[in-house]
């Protein structure tokens, strides 16, 4: 038998995650992980240093790094260049693809620019493919795009989405059949350009710099992740994970339960990702309902505004100012308490006698009690979750 506690936390997760913005599972691509063992010599992306053929070239930074990113937070592919170095991460394919049916799918990937020498600079999602025979690699250009989120061009310091449409601008490196090096095309015109037997798109890469050209002083320090192509999102991520634990007692031990307070912590473990401006979402359910003024919620020594959530649930959300970092091998706890407003609170599923519903009813309600505490950090925008999250149930 399931029992009520298993059932109100179950729910409270259930409910949280109408916050989460998700692509239904028919459409969503597949997702395969690349962590660092994968980025190498001998594995399924390379570097620039990995191909004996790039002898005379200068390898910039290309590794799988800690910084988290707004989709799974948990870390990214960090790429960057100073001076005539060039950077990047690439992954064959098993077979050629042709160019109409790489399109016909999602392409896209998210970017964020640290710093650079030229304005409107990121990584760049690269096709490298045959076009009329002849070797050229395809960049999408983000400084001539909008973002999912409505900007125009590359903007530093927050990270972007940016998914190919039929607008969207290309360069090619190299002739593309009738098409020019440097010329910056739509998917469509270069699909009636290289439409020869033999044309296609031998993988997908990830780029910091011009490829085959000397970069002439540029610099750029950026991160990428989350490229998706031919039906597969590859997901740069560090091997640690973000653990959650709530301990929340009553605060009169063996008398009825007027409040009860304990801490929230989220540990990271030094392998772990890292988080940027943290908070926390709570989320209160109890299987007889709850309002607003039945409990008062304190985190971090502030009061917390509780608003009614869907599926019958209070939310109150939690940022620390100023604003607070989570790195590898860091912690990030707080306080809470909750004080029951309407007399001693109960966890049994009977009215019990001086209840509301009860003989002489005095305005409590039963039921259990779930909090859930959802780790928060900055993505594509302030106080995303992070998919880290702890539940507590309290009993009276």
Not at 14 to 33: H, K, L, N, T
Request: aromatic share 6%; net charge negative.
């Amino acid at each position: 038998m399931i029992r009520p506690i298993a059932l109100a936390a179950a729910a409270a997760l259930a409910a949280g995650a109408a916050f989460i913005s998700a692509v239904p599972a028919s459409s969503a691509p597949r997702v395969e992980r690349v962590r660092a063992a994968d980025l190498g010599p001998g594995g399924p992306w390379f570097r620039l240093q990995d191909r004996p053929g790039n002898g005379d070239r200068t390898p910039g930074i290309q590794e799988v790094s800690p910084f988290a990113d707004p989709v799974r937070f948990n870390g990214s592919l960090h790429l960057a260049v100073t001076g005539d170095q060039q950077s990047q991460a690439a992954h064959p394919f098993t077979a050629r693809v042709p160019l109409a049916t790489i399109a016909a799918s999602e392409l896209s990937y998210d970017s964020f620019v640290t710093t650079g020498s030229v304005t409107g600079t990121a990584a760049n999602l690269q096709l490298p493919m045959i076009c009329a025979g002849g070797f050229t690699t395809l960049s999408l250009q983000p400084q001539l795009a909008t973002d999912s989120q409505g900007r125009q061009g590359v903007v530093r310091g927050v990270w972007q989405h940016f998914v190919n449409g039929p607008a969207s601008l290309w360069r090619t490196s190299r002739p593309a059949g009738t098409i020019p090096a440097q010329a910056d095309r739509t998917l469509a015109e270069y699909i009636a350009a290289c439409a020869g037997a033999g044309d296609g798109v031998d993988g997908v890469i990830a780029n910091a710099g011009r490829l085959g050209q000397p970069n002439a002083g540029l610099t750029l320090d950026t991160y990428a992740d989350n490229l998706t192509v031919h039906g597969t999102t590859y997901d740069f991520l560090v091997d640690g994970r973000t653990t959650a634990r709530i301990t929340l007692g009553n605060s009169t031990p063996g008398r009825p339960c007027h409040a009860a307070s304990g801490q929230i912590v989220f540990t990271d473990p030094a392998d772990g990702p890292a988080y940027r401006s943290v908070g926390i979402r709570l989320i209160l359910a109890r299987t007889r309902g709850i309002d607003p003024g039945d409990v008062t919620v304190t985190v971090g020594g502030t009061p917390l505004v509780l608003t009614p959530g869907p599926g019958d649930i209070l939310v109150g959300t939690y940022a620390p100012s100023p604003a607070v970092d989570l790195d590898p091998g860091g912690t990030f706890g707080v306080p809470v308490s909750v004080t029951f407003n309407n007399g001693p609170y109960t966890a049994d599923d009977a009215e019990p006698a001086g209840t509301a519903g009860g003989p002489g009813g005095q305005g409590r309600r039963g039921g259990t009690l779930t909090l859930t505490a959802h780790l928060l950090a900055l993505g594509y925008e302030p106080l995303q979750f992070t998919g880290v999250a702890a539940v507590t149930t309290l009993r009276g």
